[in-house]
């Protein structure tokens, strides 16, 4: 069964500081790959999205992600944070034998004080 | 657009009561989904619909009752709910209604529930 684990659950920076929070995913077959964020009292939005080509990916906002197919990670960076970054960020998985159904990490918790 | 809207926003009801939450979107999607979220927990999958079928139940105690009435809407009925159903729910759409692969899911904002 797939599943997907987000290493960090309460991360604190400070502005400016950089970003990394670790994704990683268990499933041997090909996969799409979602960042979603959640601010306080908003729903989810998309912040970047990997489904094949460039491993690199450019999101909104100045977030990255990067596919490393032989870690099984899809790790979301900003190199300088802001306090309206402060929000629960969601790696979720989409295998591609697993028709319409999106598997969620448990989510991490940024943060940011001004 | 991206747009997924919900109604209502907030939502108080007693475990007798019977209730509904309702979701649009009008991108011409063909698959919706409707999604359980505890606080500080990732959302949950309850039900998917394609093509206005019902495709996927996650074993959902029948206390909710999915409908699609069309390619836009999507309902939730709710009845004789339990206090620890109190949650966010969510309702997506995504533009596949076949597989899903290759899909992208957009989230409304969401009906806060709570039973009584």
């Known amino acids: 069964a797939q599943s997907v684990s987000q290493h960090n659950h309460h991360v604190i920076l400070s502005e400016a500081a950089s970003l990394e929070l670790g994704c990683n995913y268990s499933y041997g077959g090909t996969v799409n790959l979602f960042w979603y964020v959640q601010y306080p009292g908003q729903h989810l939005q998309l912040l970047l999205k990997?489904?094949?080509?460039?491993?690199l990916v450019k999101g909104i906002k100045g977030f990255e992600a990067e596919f490393i197919k032989s870690k099984f990670s899809f790790n979301l960076r900003k190199p300088s944070v802001q306090w309206s970054d402060t929000a629960e960020y969601f790696c979720?998985?989409?295998?591609?034998?697993?028709?319409?159904?999106?598997?969620f990490g448990q989510g991490t918790t940024l943060q940011v004080k001004p | 657009d991206t747009e997924v809207t919900q109604t209502p926003k907030h939502l108080v009801m007693g475990m007798t009561n019977k209730k509904s939450l309702k979701c649009e979107q009008h991108?011409?999607?063909?698959?919706m989904y409707w999604y359980k979220q505890k606080a500080k927990k990732p959302p949950e999958l309850m039900f998917v619909?394609?093509?206005?079928?019902?495709?996927i139940n996650e074993s959902v105690p029948s206390r909710f009752s999915p409908e699609c009435p069309n390619s836009s809407l999507l309902n939730l009925h709710l009845h004789a709910l339990q206090p620890e159903d109190s949650a966010l729910y969510l309702c997506?759409?995504?533009?596949?209604?076949?597989?899903?692969?290759?899909?992208?899911?957009?989230f409304g904002p969401g009906t806060r529930l709570t039973v009584l």
């Open positions: 619909y394609s093509y206005e079928k019902l495709s």
């Open positions: 997506a759409s995504s533009q596949d209604g076949t597989s899903g692969w290759g899909d992208t899911q957009y």
């Open positions: 991108m011409g999607h063909r698959a």
């Open positions: 990997y489904f094949s080509g460039d491993p």
């Open positions: 979720a998985v989409n295998g591609s034998g697993n028709t319409g159904k999106l598997i």
